[in-house]
């Protein structure tokens, strides 16, 4: 008797603890919302709203959970609660224009279900026709990093190339966006907006709220770029309520960094939100006499005039101070093994890259009603980067000391952009639910370069040469050379484009999505002879998708892409003119949405044919001396397998995980025939990554570990390859109460030696890998309300 006693006492407490979350959802106007789905995170509860609005979730146990709402074409809502007591009420107000973001994501939830930026409208990954990675906040501050090129290593298909580019599904990649938009404030190397994701500059994330990336030809919704995919950074914006953080960071070479970040409403007005943010970080690099300088300024103001308007300004000063760059690799031979140690420069302690760089954003969003709203972008930006460096220019004979010539150089942009999307969401009666979404896109962009060049000894000039063991630093100086004779070249280059797409719910498990583009192109200017290039384009993306299970798709897609050349090759100088670069894609995969919604999985199969691709003539033209000379290689292809898992897998777990298998060939190349059948620059047949963090319960103690691999990279023009690597990161996490929070991260752990790409030219060599790196920082956070 006491036994059946204790035992339903039990049964009672367990039922006690049990708690029912309830509440309305609302839209504009304030009317209730029904078919909105409400879910909870971790667990598998979701529930759906009434025709009054209404939903309720049981069996919850009391603890902290991420409530998050999605659909009908209304901006995704999330929010975190602290579930307690016997029941609770949460109300939701969707919005369907963006104003203030309200982020209250927990701090190790690596899983976002929904994208909006790169769709161009609220989709679920899970019904998108093509493979879509969200890279959220939480992921960037659990993985402590800063530079941009960090990121790969959690991006399937993804592997790095010399400087800001990279290698995505086996194309060197330069288109970058910000918001959506164009209009990259670290500039381009080859100084046109088709390069735009391209610099010698360093991108820096401390602004960035989170990544978003489209894989696979994205002509329709963004205009011409390269088939492998594009990358959209979303920039940090005011938040409805009060909140401030600040950091600082110590560590290895000399780290110094630290930052204040202040939101909320503006006095005391309830539409009306602020932000002001500063960054700085000064630190040196394991290279000979290298450094890296930066001070970032971001501001943001928020105004929601009307319930269904709202207009946002974002304002950016970005300073950049690279000593000791423009940086090469370390020579190679031709199996990719360091002729040198690693830390080895040919760059002088006088040598410099540097940036100043200023961006104003403004956005106008508006719902005409709630399921009709448009938004409007317009972005400007200039920036300043002189150039001073010493470039490696191969060998003596004694195998040791390297020639070297002195560059100065100077670009300048200033670039505009105005984009502007309506999306429609409407169900005519027998023809299905259509989300339509049309729009376009103006872009200029002003550019100015000047070069000039000093030569070495061996051929007249006044520029030593380097050794490469015991190197003697000092005795060039760009100060003491004699000016050189600058060129000047200046390009204006244009675009202007028109899209429509629209996925159709055709039953309620089949949707099928069309799409197209025309984007027109206009280039003018010197280069130093006169360029004049008109060209214009469509293109098209066709997909499905097949919901199997309601955790699990199926999906498919055909689409194509388009490179115009850029401006400064289209001139004899240059092996100019050129024909544009066009792309096709075929893709197929799967999505689900494992462990009862907490882990997103994305597999996906492609093969990407293009054609008349162009490279860079190591020649540098029929002159030699125009650093913009390509060449037409022909054709190429590039299939493979992607695999992405993502989220929580238990309570106190959380990882990241991606792998890639990827078969790039060369098909034709009418210049060098002995580069036909091997793989495409630095595309790694295998990729592996890795990021995972485990919570200790009731400690405030979190740990996590990290892996990177690649597989062997080569680059045939050049003759070298780099090879695979795998290397281990640790971090450890301990909270100090509810605002503080130190960290301390140890990246390459074991301290291996390898390369992350390898450059045009042995005599450029292979970029090597950082060595063993630690720091610790102190975060501080106001708590979430």
Do not use: C
Request: no cysteine; hydrophobic share 35%; charged share 20%.
């Amino acid at each position: 008797m006491r036994s059946l006693f204790v035992f339903l006492a039990l049964a009672g407490l367990m039922l006690a603890q049990e708690v029912v979350v309830r509440g309305t959802v609302t839209g504009s106007g304030r009317t209730p919302q029904s078919g909105i789905e409400v879910r909870v995170q971790p667990g598998s509860q979701s529930a759906r709203s009434n025709e009054r609005g209404e939903y309720e979730i049981r069996g919850l146990k009391p603890g902290s959970y991420l409530i998050t709402a999605t659909g009908r074409g209304y901006i995704p809502w999330q929010e975190t609660v602290q579930v307690e007591g016997s029941s609770m009420s949460v109300s939701i107000q969707l919005n369907t224009v963006q104003t203030a973001v309200e982020v209250r994501e927990a701090v190790d939830d690596f899983l976002a279900v929904t994208s909006v930026s790169v769709t161009k409208s609220p989709q679920n990954l899970i019904d998108l026709p093509y493979a879509v990675q969200v890279i959220p906040k939480a992921l960037l501050e659990s993985r402590a990093i800063q530079d941009i090129k960090d990121l790969y290593r959690n991006i399937s298909g993804v592997t790095d190339s010399p400087y800001s580019g990279m290698t995505m599904r086996g194309f060197t990649q330069r288109e970058v966006l910000f918001n959506g938009v164009r209009g990259n404030p670290y500039g381009s190397l080859e100084n046109d907006i088709n390069d735009a994701g391209f610099s010698t500059s360093q991108g820096r994330l401390s602004n960035i709220e989170f990544v978003e990336v489209l894989k696979g030809p994205a002509a329709v919704l963004f205009g011409a770029g390269e088939p492998g995919g594009v990358v959209n950074f979303v920039t940090r914006k005011p938040r409805m309520s009060p909140a401030a953080e600040a950091s600082f960071r110590l560590g290895s070479f000399r780290q110094r960094a630290g930052h204040v970040d202040v939101t909320g409403p503006l006095w005391r007005a309830k539409n009306l939100f602020y932000r002001a943010a500063w960054f700085q970080e000064d630190r040196r690099v394991f290279r000979y006499n290298a450094g890296n300088e930066n001070s970032h300024f971001a501001s943001g103001l928020s105004w929601k005039f009307r319930e269904a308007t709202s207009l946002g300004f974002e304002y950016e000063y970005i300073d950049q101070n690279l000593p000791g760059h423009r940086l090469r690799g370390i020579p190679v031979n031709s199996a990719g093994i360091n002729l040198t140690n690693r830390e080895w420069s040919a760059a002088e302690p006088t040598d410099f890259s540097a940036l100043q760089a200023r961006v104003f954003q403004t956005r106008l969003d508006h719902a005409f009603t709630s399921t009709f709203r448009t938004d409007a972008t317009f972005r400007f930006l200039n920036f300043d980067r002189p150039e001073r460096y010493h470039e490696p220019r191969g060998l003596n004979a004694d195998g040791r000391t390297m020639r070297r010539e002195f560059r100065n150089q100077y670009r300048a942009n200033q670039d505009w952009s105005l984009t502007q999307n309506a999306y429609q969401r409407w169900s005519p009666k027998g023809l299905g639910t259509h989300n339509l979404v049309f729009g376009f896109e103006a872009v200029r962009q002003d550019w100015l370069g000047r070069y000039g060049t000093n030569r070495e000894v061996e051929r007249g000039g006044p520029v030593p040469g380097i050794d490469l063991f015991a190197p003697i630093y000092g005795r060039g100086n760009g100060d003491r050379y004699p000016a050189p004779v600058l060129s000047t070249q200046t390009i204006q280059s244009g675009r202007t484009g028109v899209f429509v797409q629209d996925q159709i719910e055709i039953l309620p498990r089949w949707q099928v999505l069309l799409g197209g583009r025309w984007e027109r192109f206009a280039d003018d200017g010197l280069a130093p002879s006169p360029v004049s290039f008109r060209t214009t384009a469509w293109t098209g993306r066709l997909g499905t998708v097949y919901r199997v299970l309601p955790r699990l798709s199926l999906f498919g897609s055909l689409s194509n892409s388009f490179i115009r050349p850029p401006a400064l090759a289209q001139t004899p100088s240059a092996n100019g003119p050129h024909q544009p670069e066009t792309g096709r894609q075929i893709e197929g995969g799967a999505k689900s949405e494992l462990s009862r919604g907490r882990v997103l999985l994305t597999a996906s199969a492609f093969r990407i044919d293009k054609k008349n691709v162009l490279r860079p003539d190591p020649a540098f033209g029929p002159t030699g001396a125009n650093f913009a000379a390509v060449l037409p290689v022909g054709e190429v292809r590039s299939q493979g397998l992607e695999f992405d898992a993502t989220g929580r897998v238990t309570r106190d777990f959380s990882v990241v995980v991606n792998y890639a298998y990827l078969d790039s060939t060369i098909r034709q190349d009418r210049f060098v025939p002995a580069a036909v059948g091997q793989p495409m620059p630095n595309a790694a047949r295998h990729a592996f990554g890795l990021f995972a963090r485990y919570e200790i319960p009731r400690t405030g103690t979190a740990i996590s570990i990290g892996n990177e691999s690649r597989g062997r990279r080569v680059e045939p023009y050049a003759a070298i390859a780099a090879a695979g690597y795998r290397i281990w990161d640790f971090g450890l996490f301990q909270r100090l109460g509810q605002r503080l929070e130190l960290r301390f991260q140890l990246d390459n752990a074991f301290d291996r030696t390898y390369a992350t790409a390898s450059l045009f030219a042995a005599r450029a060599g292979n970029w090597p890998g950082a060595p063993r790196t630690a720091t610790v920082s102190l975060h501080f956070r106001t708590p979430s309300k």
